[in-house]
């Protein structure tokens, strides 16, 4: 049964720490939007300037509704213009003379092809900051190729080393290269930012996607140099420590557990009634479960498969063992922690059963400048007005209406 969430409403009125910020956003699917929602849930205004078929991520819908869309896009604000339209590449430099950055991903190339070359916006612009996101990044022999996450996942080293030895290697089920290029990008940003408040100096970042997943695989590289030797998938395994794997309950259940230090191997083994494999020279210490890691793995994946879900881990969380439950989404719907931390919280949204809609609240919890929810994802263009009205005037904002440059609801 769903846990009841914490509900919260919107607030328009509402204040962070990057309250002044104006980011313009032209990026489109997740790296992009994960790194302005970053500074969107703290207060930045961030403008998406978007086609008049929208953001792609609004295709990405679950029984009609944008799920996608509506979870990385809240807080934001969405004007829609043509960008094929020489008026409109002027309406983006007019933005772009307020803001602190803008943020886009096209291919290496395209922003400059458009009349927005980033030199030319720093010297409109002299402290903006310009976020280029791709697949490859601005430079090198593969800058002009496609940049989908799961070729930079395969490439970087991440699909090779995650699932099992004797079968094929395993991409993500997720947007992993998007997730951590949008993270370290946020990251990175406020850096240029507060550059930009000290000195004045604007500056140009170039963020690949595969960069940020390979250099979370560290230090792979170095252990390469030092054996010559090519880690092996390892399942649930690890090179590092012994016993570390996945084990099925006798019930169905999975619980993931790790004994990295000597001291968690012996309370692991007197948990399971096995306290004499403590002082067993083929398990006396890490290296040595390390050469003989069937024979330990065995003991303890007997050991799990005797007891249900419940039993396993309540005897081991009796015992002071570091183990937990293998969670799906179904059970995470259900789950106490979930619910009480507000991990998963739920706001307003008539497209959904109930209207309510869960998204992940804050991630990483400020004490004195706590993340906002302000508004919902927009709707395409929603803003056009109260946006482009004070910056071009009622006048001209018609005369560009009428022209077909600024699109309304993403109608041509």
């Not at 403008?47 to 934001?76: F, H, M, Q, Y």
């Not at 963020?207 to 252990?223: C, R, T, W």
């Not at 590092?240 to 259940?253: L, W």
């Not at 927009?378 to 600024?406: F, I, M, W």
Request: charged share 25%.
């Amino acid at each position: 049964m769903t846990r009841p969430l914490a509900r919260k409403g919107f607030d328009a009125g509402a204040k962070g720490a990057l309250d002044g910020v104006r980011v313009v956003d032209l990026s489109r699917l997740v790296a992009g939007n994960m790194l302005t929602k970053v500074l969107a849930d703290h207060g930045a205004e961030v403008i998406k300037v978007e086609p008049p078929a929208g953001d792609t991520l609004r295709a990405w819908r679950v029984e009609g509704v944008e799920t996608s869309w509506k979870t990385w896009c809240r807080n934001k604000r969405s004007i829609c213009l043509d960008l094929r339209n020489p008026e409109a590449i002027a309406v983006v430099r007019r933005l772009v003379e307020g803001a602190a950055m803008l943020v886009e991903s096209f291919r290496p190339g395209v922003l400059e092809e458009m009349g927005l070359d980033p030199q030319d916006l720093l010297a409109l612009n002299p402290r903006l900051v310009v976020v280029r996101v791709s697949g490859w990044g601005q430079t090198g022999p593969f800058r002009h190729k496609p940049g989908f996450g799961t070729l930079v996942e395969g490439y970087s080293g991440f699909a090779a080393l995650n699932g099992f030895e004797d079968r094929p290697p395993v991409l993500p089920p997720m947007f992993m290269a998007d997730a951590y290029a949008g993270l370290y990008g946020a990251a990175t940003a406020m850096i240029a930012l507060r550059h930009a408040d000290a000195t004045g100096q604007g500056q140009v970042m170039d963020l690949s996607l595969f960069e940020p997943i390979f250099a979370v695989l560290e230090p792979q590289m170095a252990n390469h140099r030092l054996t010559g030797k090519v880690k092996p998938r390892t399942g649930s395994r690890s090179n590092n420590t012994a016993p570390r794997n996945a084990y099925r309950t006798k019930d169905g259940g999975w619980v993931g557990l790790s004994s990295s230090t000597q001291a968690m191997f012996v309370k692991l083994m007197r948990s399971i009634g096995r306290p004499e494999l403590v002082n067993d020279p083929r398990f006396k210490d890490n290296a040595a479960r390390i050469r003989n890691l069937e024979e330990i793995d065995g003991v303890v994946r007997d050991a799990i498969a005797a007891m249900t879900l419940e039993e396993a881990l309540a005897q081991f969380d009796r015992d002071g063992v570091t183990i937990g439950p293998i969670m799906d989404v179904r059970g995470l719907d259900e789950d106490r922690y979930i619910a009480e931390r507000e991990a998963l919280v739920e706001v307003p949204e008539p497209e959904m059963p109930g209207g309510w809609l869960p998204m992940h609240g804050e991630v990483a919890r400020l004490s004195a400048t706590p993340g906002i929810l302000r508004n919902p994802a927009p709707a395409l263009g929603q803003d056009n007005d109260a946006l482009l009205a004070p910056l071009l005037g009622s006048a001209e904002l018609a005369r560009l209406r009428q022209a077909g440059v600024v699109i309304d609801g993403g109608k041509a």
